[in-house]
């Protein structure tokens, strides 16, 4: 069974920077786009950032970009997250999500069919 297990969300203050991570199993990860979405309370759950199956090809959501890298390491089989700059705006729960690789990346998160739990990324004003 596909299983996506994000990490490293926590407290934080304004300014500080976070790595979130994705483990997934049950799957070839390589064959796979992988994607982070968030949801603050309250709101929808909204495009974060995407990365093709082999690593070269990158797409982010204004309110992010500049501040968020994606990356993926597929020996490891994990997805990561690299948020600089932290706002009181980013928090949310932060969630990975995979899509086949012969599909188009995509941008709304019923086009994904497989989701982690999430992780809770909680930033102070």
């Known amino acids: 069974q596909v299983r996506l297990v994000e990490s490293g969300g926590g407290l934080v203050q304004t300014g500080d920077s976070l790595r979130l991570s994705c483990a997934a199993s049950?799957?070839?990860?390589?064959?796979?786009?992988m994607a982070w979405f968030r949801q603050a309370p309250g709101k929808g759950r909204e495009f974060v950032a995407a990365v093709t199956w082999d690593g070269y090809s990158t797409s982010y959501a204004d309110s992010v970009k500049g501040r968020f890298t994606i990356s993926r390491d597929n020996a490891l089989n994990t997805l990561y997250l690299q948020i600089n700059s932290l706002k009181a705006d980013d928090t949310a729960a932060y969630y990975c999500t995979a899509l086949s690789r012969w599909r188009a990346l995509a941008r709304a998160p019923n086009d994904y069919p497989y989701w982690g739990q999430g992780t809770q990324v909680t930033v102070s004003s």
């Open positions: 049950g799957l070839t990860f390589s064959n796979y786009h």
